[in-house]
């Protein structure tokens, strides 16, 4: 599967953006999908996925209240909406995708999306 993240920007802190991850491919629908972040000097860490059928969602503590993830499978996408944002959530964002079920680890993921920049201004 081949994956396509767009969507970010420059917002000011307190502001809210929509990204978006579309995937290649009939399977898409079949794969559990997540998005993860990478600040300048950090690890790449785990926000949140979503179940092939996208009835279920999981997020990590970090962000949980601000960020909401959902899935249209007739179009292939998946969303992160993000809302009160923070200077310290600017990172580059990317999705990720795995049949069935998806690790929080990075490193135990094979599919990525090529990431986009989000920058927080305060």
């Known amino acids: 599967v081949q994956l396509q993240a767009s969507g970010g920007g420059l917002v000011q802190a307190g502001g809210s953006l929509r990204l978006s991850c579309v995937g290649s491919g009939r399977t898409f629908k079949s794969y559990a999908v997540g998005w993860f972040r990478q600040a300048p000097g950090k690890e790449r860490e785990f926000l949140g996925r979503?179940?092939?059928?996208?009835?279920?969602?999981y997020y990590a503590d970090s962000v949980r209240g601000r960020f909401t993830i959902s899935r249209d499978n007739a179009n292939n996408t998946v969303y992160l909406q993000l809302n009160s944002l923070k200077p310290d959530d600017t990172a580059v964002y990317y999705c990720a995708a795995e049949p069935f079920s998806l690790s929080t680890r990075a490193t135990l993921v094979r599919y990525w999306g090529q990431g986009t920049q989000v920058t927080v201004s305060s």
């Open positions: 979503i179940t092939w059928r996208g009835d279920t969602t």
